[in-house]
T-cell receptor, first 115, second 114 residues
Framework: SQQGEEDPQALSIQEGENATMNCSYKTSINNLQWYRQNSGRGLVHLILIRSNEREKHSGRLRVTLDTSKKSSSLLITASRAADTASYFCATDGDAGGTSYGKLTFGQGTILTVHP | DTAVSQTPKYLVTQMGNDKSIKCEQNLGHDTMYWYKQDSKKFLKIMFSYNNKELIINETVPNRFSPKSPDKAHLNLHINSLELGDSAVYFC?????????????FGPGTRLTVL
């Protein structure tokens, strides 16, 4: 069954604004990853946050993780038209278990950034 | 010097046919995966191989058979294609089978079954 639920399903903003996407999951995890998918392309890894981390930054990206609420958020600051894409969260297995790299993806948030 | 490549990019075929999709990675990774993305963009893992050994085999019809001749290649053969097999199939690889590794995705193969 699907592990991640993403919210909102679609987000439309103007260039320069911040975009926040949320992800909730059901079981305990080892880590959570965020990926971007441009239309008609494969997924590109953005950032990984481990279950013992609460916040992580990479450039204009900020990811938070709240394991007590089983949720994560991805913030893109000062968005650009080139950020237009679908964004997916993916969780890795049950905490302490061996997942063999099995990622379970959320349904994704479609982000549109208008110039 | 594409990292993960797939062929073909598009595949249109009739119900009942057998088809194959090929995947190659030049990253020196040990682990490769096949994912299926449906029309609602839901992405689900199908198989994973680590150094040519099958390590993940999700609930997938046995009409789907992966083959890994070496750790740089993972092919997917589909027998007796059905309408419901229409989807985009992505190959991916990671350095090892540990979940802390990022996965590198190929460009996808859009399969349309008529």
């Amino acid at each position: 069954s699907q592990q991640g639920e993403e919210d909102p399903q679609a987000l439309s903003i103007q260039e320069g604004e911040n975009a926040t996407m949320n992800c909730s999951y059901k079981t305990s995890i080892n880590n959570l990853q965020w990926y971007r998918q441009n239309s008609g392309r494969g997924l590109v890894h953005l950032i990984l946050i481990r279950s013992n981390e609460r916040e992580k930054h990479s450039g204009r990206l900020r990811v938070t993780l709240d394991t007590s609420k089983k949720s994560s958020s991805l913030l893109i600051t000062a968005s650009r038209a080139a950020d237009t894409a679908s964004y997916f969260c993916a969780t890795d297995g049950d905490a302490g278990g061996t997942s063999y790299g099995k990622l379970t993806f959320g349904q994704g948030t479609i982000l549109t950034v208008h110039p | 010097d594409t990292a993960v490549s797939q062929t073909p990019k598009y595949l249109v075929t009739q119900m009942g046919n057998d088809k194959s999709i090929k995947c190659e990675q030049n990253l020196g990774h040990d682990t490769m995966y096949w994912y299926k993305q449906d029309s609602k963009k839901f992405l689900k893992i199908m198989f994973s191989y680590n150094n040519k050994e099958l390590i993940i085999n999700e609930t997938v019809p046995n009409r789907f058979s992966p083959k890994s001749p070496d750790k740089a290649h993972l092919n997917l053969h589909i027998n007796s294609l059905e309408l419901g097999d229409s989807a985009v199939y992505f190959c991916a690889s990671s350095r090892t089978s540990s979940g802390v590794n990022e996965q590198f995705f190929g460009p996808g193969t859009r399969l349309t079954v008529l």
